[in-house]
């Protein structure tokens, strides 16, 4: 699992026109190059009546799944551009379709190349952008009484607060860096006068926006 790594947020759709002719973005996470095809097929079938429907994904740790498409537009002018701005936003997992619908003026091999790399860029900033940090997740179990104290002291302090679950006794779920767990450790019993039973949890991912 990578420490930390940028996709998108999830599925967005953006449209620009240029030259009278439509090009709408499709974007989303795919995690598997079966996802992927299978976000392209769906667009293509809403999209039937488009006079191209071009892609491109990028998926896996080291980026080890690239796929172009270019539908029928001259070779290299359209998935090509598509891939081009996921690798230079360093997109992980992410599949984007981009539809087109002529609209009677031709564009050229450039034009081309400038339009769908415009529409992608366009499209992942509308769709918008995350950082997923991978986390452990620490568990802090104490008494009501110290419910209140601990509450404040995370929601101003440097950790991500992730849920608070009301049992016999208080399990406060917090996000914290691996490198930090034995420093909020500390901390907590501290706090707590060494009341608090602390322990790890599981490793998940933390998504947080960016702009890129």
């Excluded at 293509?44 to 491109?56: G, L």
């Excluded at 740790?61 to 070779?75: H, M, R, V, Y």
């Excluded at 009677?104 to 790399?117: M, P, Q, S, T, V």
Aim: net charge negative; glycine share 8%; aromatic share 8%.
């Amino acid at each position: 699992m990578l420490p930390r790594y940028y996709t998108v947020k999830g599925y967005g759709e953006h449209e620009i026109i240029i030259q009278k002719s439509r090009f709408i973005a499709y974007v989303e996470r795919a995690e598997s190059e079966e996802e992927a095809q299978e976000f392209i097929q769906k667009i293509k079938k809403q999209n039937w009546d488009a006079t191209h429907n071009c892609s491109a994904y990028m998926i896996g740790e080291n980026d080890q799944i690239q796929k172009a498409n270019d539908d029928g537009e001259p070779s290299g002018t359209a998935g090509v551009p598509i891939l081009e701005v996921l690798k230079k936003k360093q997109l992980k997992d992410t599949v984007v379709v981009i539809t087109r619908y002529f609209g009677g003026i031709k564009l050229g091999a450039g034009g081309l190349i400038r339009a769908y790399g415009k529409s992608t860029s366009e499209g992942i900033d509308a769709t918008g952008i995350v950082e997923r940090k991978l986390m452990q997740v620490m568990h802090t179990k104490v008494d009501y009484t110290w419910l209140g104290k601990l509450e404040n002291e995370l929601r101003s302090s440097i950790y991500a607060l992730k849920e608070i679950h009301y049992l016999d006794t208080v399990e406060i779920e917090t996000f914290v860096e691996e490198e930090q767990t034995a420093a909020f450790t500390e901390w907590m019993i501290e706090l707590t006068n060494g009341q608090g039973e602390i322990t790890e949890g599981a490793l998940l991912y933390l998504e947080e926006d960016v702009e890129k």
